[in-house]
């Protein structure tokens, strides 16, 4: 099978466009579509407030008309320039605070979220809401860190590891991951709460694969 799934990092940051590189790199096998990772290279650093969501979503929408694929996944976990990319493209678009909640209620019924700052909770509450799953998130917490420090192997793992028990003493079933930048720190927040833990560039990589078969067998079938 053939295809292209192009995931877009709406910030600028190389450590955590690596970071999404790495987490999407098991997906890369025969028969799958190809998974291309890039960035806006003129991006803000991290998507942090909301003039930082607002602003990226007409670069995004150039990238996606001038970049063909099969689908598209926003590299970040708050979802900017979602509704405004599905209007420039016929093909699928997916967010990935979206598809990693999802895939978290496929697990179970009460998730929580270790969020990447305190300002990120009001447009993940947004994205909760547009599910019409808010209640079911029995928690959030916020780290608060630079991405620089959130994408380093080692210096941010004692705050997600507080933040992963904390989720846990406040009734979640499973960890969703609540920014792009901490895709290497899924095996930290799992032995610190002893839960499923959703990675957001896999669940978004995943559903995306999804979509792109689920296309390709919709046209065989027709034909």
Not at 139 to 149: A, F, I, T
Request: charged share 20%; hydrophobic share 50%; aromatic share 4%.
């Amino acid at each position: 099978m053939h295809g292209r799934i192009l995931i877009i990092n709406p910030n600028s940051s190389r450590s955590c466009t690596d970071g999404i590189v790495e987490a999407v790199a098991p997906f890369g096998a025969p028969g799958l579509p190809r998974i291309d990772v890039t960035r806006l290279a003129d991006g803000p650093p991290a998507i942090i407030t909301w003039r930082d969501w607002f602003g990226v979503a007409e670069p995004l929408c150039r990238e996606v008309e001038s970049e063909e694929a099969d689908a598209y996944v926003i590299g970040c976990v708050s979802d900017p320039g979602l509704e405004a990319v599905r209007t420039v493209t016929d093909k699928p678009v997916l967010g990935m605070f979206r598809c990693a909640v999802t895939a978290a209620l496929a697990r179970a019924e009460r998730f929580g979220v270790i969020g990447f700052t305190h300002k990120s909770l009001p447009r993940q509450r947004r994205a909760l809401q547009s599910l019409g799953v808010e209640g079911q998130m029995a928690g959030w917490v916020p780290l608060d860190l630079p991405m620089e420090v959130l994408t380093d192997p080692v210096a941010p793992q004692a705050r997600i590891a507080a933040a992963a028990r904390e989720l846990k003493a406040q009734g979640a079933e499973v960890i969703v991951l609540g920014c792009a930048g901490m895709a290497r720190h899924v095996a930290v927040t799992a032995e610190a709460s002893g839960l499923p833990v959703i990675e957001p560039c896999q669940a978004a990589a995943a559903a995306a694969i999804l979509a792109v078969i689920g296309a390709r067998a919709t046209v065989t079938i027709s034909a």
